[in-house]
């Protein structure tokens, strides 16, 4: 159940804790807050929240094995060919096969990379501070796993350009703005720019979010969609390694 000040927040995790971007969005996309914080500072603010849903661009879980299991691989569509399962969590080999590139999980967390264990510290202390992984009914506090690049491919319905390029942060946040999240319309940079700027190394980015502001504010607006459109959105996965949220109602075969 919601209420009326649940708010949608999107955490970014880096392999440093002191580098956490999150972004806070209302029921109406209005973007109340964002910043980059420390990981103790942001679970402070998310856990002061009345009622709050969260996603975390970070796996829920490390990879328990499930791809292993033989009746596990034969409910999958497409069906794994030999080989080609290994080492996969059950969500990420359902997006590998869409063509979704999107990082493994390791079963064990000295081999995970910085972000990721960064990513389970967090999930850790929301569960701590009460959060309950989504579904659940009648919690006012929700969590769930996102992939920002695989929602911007879903949305976009196509591969989108890489994020840290300029024209991928543009695609990104034109499609934000699209969406009708609080974000400015990245096309007026093209309105500042000129051959003297161009020339002179002065390209006007400053209503241009950053690749990690991007990533959070699209793990916002999953949770939001996650809570208020449920029919329109796609889990993918198993709950007991983690399952991704993504906010279409159906997913194609590929993508390109």
């Known amino acids: 159940m919601l209420f009326k000040d649940t708010v949608f927040i999107g955490i970014d995790p880096s392999s440093d804790e002191g580098a956490l971007t999150y972004a806070v969005l209302d029921q109406e996309l209005n973007l109340l807050a964002m910043s980059q914080q420390e990981l103790t500072t942001v679970s402070a603010f998310v856990g002061g929240q009345k009622s709050a849903v969260v996603g975390v ?23 794994p060919n030999p080989g080609r399962w290994t080492k996969f969590r059950v969500a990420e080999y359902l997006l590998f096969q869409r063509n979704i590139r999107i990082p493994k999980t390791p079963g064990d ?13 967090l999930f850790r202390r929301l569960e701590d ?90 793990a916002a607006y999953i949770a939001w969609k996650a809570a208020l459109r449920q029919k329109e959105i796609t889990l993918v996965g198993d709950s007991r390694e983690g399952e991704v949220v993504l906010p279409v109602k159906e997913l194609k075969p590929k993508y390109h």
């Open 57 to 79: 661009n970070a796996p829920r879980r490390l990879n328990q094995g499930l791809m292993e299991e033989d009746r596990v691989r034969d409910s999958l569509r497409p069906q």
């Open 109 to 121: 967390l000295s081999d995970c990379p910085g972000w990721m264990r960064v990513g389970f510290k």
């Open 129 to 218: 501070i009460g959060f309950a992984d989504y579904p659940a009914d009648d919690r006012r506090q929700l969590m769930l796993e996102v992939y920002p690049h695989a929602a911007y491919t879903v949305l976009l319905d196509r591969i989108p350009y890489l994020k840290k390029t300029l024209e991928g942060r543009l695609q990104r946040q034109l499609l934000l703005h699209s969406l009708e999240v609080d974000v400015p319309d990245p096309m007026q940079i093209f309105e500042e720019i000129t051959r003297y700027k161009i020339l002179h190394g002065q390209l006007p980015l400053d209503g241009l979010y950053s690749v990690e502001e991007l990533d959070a504010l699209m």
